[in-house]
C-alpha cells in the first residue's frame, strides 16, 4: 500500500469588484456584513439557518477606488447567490474564479 505524505489541496480562490455607483447603501452594507445577512435567505422547516455561518468562510472585503471589492482563498460562500439574493445586477459584477 502506498501513502501520499506531501501536502494536497484541491482549494481554490475567486474575486469580485463592482463599482459603488451600482449599489445602495444598504446592499454595501449586506456584502460587507454577507455571512450574517445570508441568514436571511436559507430557512428549514420555517427557521432561518446558515449554511455558511463560519469565519473560515468569510470573503475578505474592501472599498477601494469607488469599487467593493472581495476575495477569499477558498470559494465556500457562494457570492454570486447573495449578491442576486440582495438585488445586485449581474451586468455590474466582474467576478473571477481561478
Request: proline share 2%; net charge negative; no cysteine.
Amino acid at each position: 500500500m502506498k501513502i501520499k505524505t506531501d501536502f494536497i489541496t484541491n482549494s481554490s480562490s475567486a474575486s469580485f469588484s463592482i463599482p459603488l455607483e451600482f449599489l445602495s447603501q444598504n446592499q454595501i452594507d449586506k456584502i460587507i456584513n454577507h455571512l450574517e445577512e445570508s441568514e436571511n435567505f436559507v430557512y428549514k422547516r420555517g427557521k432561518p439557518i446558515n449554511l455558511y455561518n463560519e469565519s473560515h468562510n468569510r470573503w475578505n472585503i474592501e472599498i477601494v477606488d469607488g469599487e467593493i471589492r472581495g476575495d477569499t482563498v477558498m470559494d465556500n460562500f457562494d457570492m454570486l447567490w447573495f449578491l442576486d439574493k440582495i438585488g445586485v445586477d449581474e451586468k455590474h459584477i466582474k467576478y473571477e474564479h481561478y
